[in-house]
């Protein structure tokens, strides 16, 4: 949402101050210059890289217009999800976890908020079942280190390619304002103000493509990486849940430890925290 008003306030920014120094607007309004630049930047885009990656940043970008599934709401769930798996390992042994991993069941641990995320819901599924294999804490430490490595580097993948357009896009500007110059050229023999739109729409292609990277493009891609980091904080606190409750420590120290692994502006603080608590434990 706050990409939205963003756009919004650079646009108002930019067109208010134009019109207020005695420009027209008329006069940015240049679609083949923006087909120019938007057009080479996509197929640079999908010329430099899979479809994979291409795939998960069109699906990352446009995720950037609402909000971040990563709140407080969210880390109160986990944090009252792995309560309830420790207090359940504690009560009835690791091996009662053997029935519900896989069915619908699971649901009667982990929270609504906790289960929409897929991949973490995939990544505590697949660690709780080496846990039932008898894995040692040392070896699950190692394994879960490496697989947050490569979540690391897939994550990333998606957001350097869109930092890659936002590179690009003031030199595809500068293309299609040569372009512009070039067709200018041609045109010498023209009346001097049909000469002088052809010059101003020249320029246009070297401001189109600054305010796409700088104004557009570049914020998504900042955005993306912010998403990335708070997706990688939740898989930290839950590898943080999942070592604890390999090593047997209990329910109120598995939650400590995993809180302290939130980001300020998102950890539940203990009071909050301990109500939460009682009321899981009264129903």
């Known amino acids: ?4 008003v963003g756009y919004i306030v650079i646009l108002a920014a930019l067109g208010g101050g134009f019109v207020g120094g005695g420009g027209h607007l008329g006069v940015l309004v240049q679609p083949f210059e923006f087909l120019i630049i938007m057009g080479a ?8 890289n899979s479809m994979d990656i291409v795939k998960a940043a069109f699906k990352g970008g446009t995720g950037t217009l609402g909000g971040s599934p990563y709140t407080k709401e969210f880390y109160l769930e986990l944090l009252l999800s792995f309560n309830a798996l420790t207090s359940k390992i504690r009560k009835e042994g690791l091996l009662s976890l053997e029935d519900i991993i896989d069915e619908p069941q699971i649901d009667t641990i982990f929270m609504p908020k906790v289960m929409k995320d897929h991949h973490l819901m995939e990544f505590i599924r697949d660690n709780l079942r080496l ?7 040392m070896a699950l430490e190692e394994l879960t280190d490496q697989v947050l490595e490569t ?3 897939d994550g990333h993948a998606p957001v350097k390619a869109v930092q890659g357009v936002g590179d690009g896009l003031p030199a595809f500007g500068i293309v299609a304002a040569v372009l512009g110059v070039v067709h200018t050229m041609e045109s010498v023999g023209i009346p001097p103000s049909e000469l002088g739109k052809l010059i101003a729409a020249a320029l246009v292609g070297t401001f189109l493509g600054i305010l796409l990277a700088y104004g ?21 606190c839950v590898q943080k849940g999942l070592l604890c409750c390999a090593k047997g420590l209990s329910p109120t120290m598995t939650v400590e430890y995993m809180r302290a ?3 300020a502006n998102l950890r539940p603080d203990f009071f909050e925290l301990e109500a939460q608590l009682k009321a899981a434990k009264n129903k």
Do not use: C, D, Y
């Not at 949402?1 to 939205?4: G, P, T, Y």
């Not at 930047?41 to 430099?48: D, S, Y």
């Not at 914020?219 to 980091?229: D, K, N």
């Open 151 to 153: 979540h690391h580097e």
């Open 216 to 236: 557009f493009v570049n914020p998504v891609a900042s955005v993306m990486q912010q998403r990335f980091e708070m997706s990688s904080n939740a898989f930290k």
């Open 41 to 48: 930047a996509l197929g640079a885009f999908v010329a430099g």
């Open 131 to 137: 846990m039932l294999t008898g894995v040692e804490v």
């Open 1 to 4: 949402m706050l990409v939205i």
């Open 261 to 263: 692994m939130i980001t």
